[in-house]
């Protein structure tokens, strides 16, 4: 079955330092490839993609995401974490047609 | 150009009752899915439909409908409520194109149903 693992409910980082958050994927087809992120009471906004264009992908708010074929992951990464960038971030994948996976969620947490 | 609104935004009903909840996509959207989002289960897929016809579906019980109408507007019905039920049901468009990658799911804010 096609899923979407992010390894890590909660992170918590100082502020200034690096953000991982980690995903992988279960497909032998590299499929197209997403970051989203919720703020509390919204819906998702869309971070990234990554559509076999390049493998590293750049986002909004300075984050990014490298797709590793070998690894089959894509995790999402920021160098400087800020207070704003604290909220639950979702991994998702899509194969043909337009059924989207999700991932289960990470927290992020930005420590002063 | 104007995002995708989702009403009402929170509601309130009790065990047994029905609930309607409706979807407003992106101009120029024909797809619309429905998810269900708890802190136990996280996202689930509900379904999606594309030009009024349902598409993809996900793992929930018959009480949980649908529907689409012809300007892609979409509206979908929880009956026979369940405490269960309350959640946080996410509402996208996306283009619908499948072999696109430009195919992004675009969010509303959300419909936060509590069921008492």
């Known amino acids: 079955a096609q899923s979407v693992t992010q390894l890590g409910s909660h992170v918590s980082v100082s502020e200034g330092a690096l953000v991982l958050l980690r995903c992988n994927y279960s497909s032998s087809v590299p499929p197209y490839l997403f970051w989203y992120v919720q703020y509390p009471n919204q819906g998702l906004q869309l971070l990234l993609k990554y559509t076999s264009a390049a493998t590293l992908v750049k986002g909004i708010n300075g984050f990014e995401a490298e797709f590793k074929k070998s690894e089959t992951s894509f995790h999402l990464t920021k160098p400087s974490a800020h207070m704003s960038d604290a909220a639950e971030y979702f991994c998702?994948?899509?194969?043909?047609?337009?059924?989207?996976?999700f991932g289960s969620g990470t927290k992020l947490n930005v420590k002063p | 150009k104007a995002g995708v609104t989702q009403t009402p935004r929170y509601l309130i009903k009790t065990r047994g009752q029905q609930v309607t909840l409706s979807c407003s996509p992106i101009s120029g959207h024909r797809s619309v899915s429905w998810y269900q989002q708890t802190p136990g289960q996280g996202l689930q897929f509900l379904f999606e439909?594309?030009?009024?016809?349902?598409?993809n579906k996900g793992n929930f019980p018959g009480r949980f409908s649908g529907r689409q109408f012809s300007n892609s507007r979409s509206e979908m019905n929880v009956s026979t409520l369940e405490l269960g039920d309350s959640a946080l049901y996410l509402c996208?468009?996306?283009?619908?194109?499948?072999?696109?990658?430009?195919?992004?799911?675009?969010f509303g804010a959300g419909s936060r149903l509590t069921v008492l």
């Open positions: 996208a468009s996306s283009s619908g194109t499948t072999s696109s990658g430009a195919n992004v799911l675009t």
């Open positions: 439909y594309f030009s009024e016809t349902q598409r």
């Open positions: 998702a994948v899509r194969y043909n047609f337009n059924k989207f996976y």
